[in-house]
């Protein structure tokens, strides 16, 4: 890991493997429950197991004081009429914030705290989002191209995935005749449900 000051180009797709040191792939299979159709995820997944999303990242010491950075790309497509997304997640820490720049594509960053609050987030090229610290996010493609977003985190946060495993997200982004549209999620099953 290095101790001094470092660069990386991130804006070409060939320029991922060499400027990242760690590189997950998240398939349909991880995210079982999550979308509103079931028949149509058991289906999808039946004729295999589709590579969702991917992201890349720089291992740093996960300590105050580092930031952790890196790519994701959730790729197009939809489960029924639900885009693609990612499992979506609180911080361990809740009062750590987070910061996306989109690089290419279209979508949204979903996002809602522990006290009831929501609120969706364009992505599209150049555009920043700044995620305050106590509210999960998840990124969304609404699009047809690969959605690309870097971004950087503090080193301490961690990552709570039980909590929206348990619950789901409160709003849906589904596609209605080719338009976006947020719904609320009928099976949203946390506390003030
Ligand atoms: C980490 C940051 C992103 C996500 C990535 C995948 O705090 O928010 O790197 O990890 O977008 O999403 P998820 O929900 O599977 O971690
Ligand atoms: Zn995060």
Known sequence: MKSRPYGYPISQPNE???SFDNHIQRRLSALRNQFADGKAYQAMLDSGDAL?????????PEVAGELLSGLSIVHPGC???????????????????????????????????????TAVEEFYPGRVV????RWAHRSINTGGEDLVTFFVYPGHAGHDYATIDATGFRKR???????PTIVDNPEWSGVNA
């Open 16 to 18: 991922r493997r060499s």
């Open 173 to 179: 982004v589904l596609d209605h005749g080719g338009v």
């Open 79 to 117: 489960v029924g009429n639900e885009y693609f997304m990612t499992k979506g997640h609180y911080h361990s820490v809740r009062e750590t914030a987070e910061i996306y720049f989109c690089m290419e594509g279209k979508g949204v960053l979903v996002m809602e705290s522990e006290a009831g609050e």
């Open 52 to 60: 969702v999303y991917e992201v890349y990242e720089n291992r740093r």
């Open 130 to 133: 700044y995620v305050t610290p």
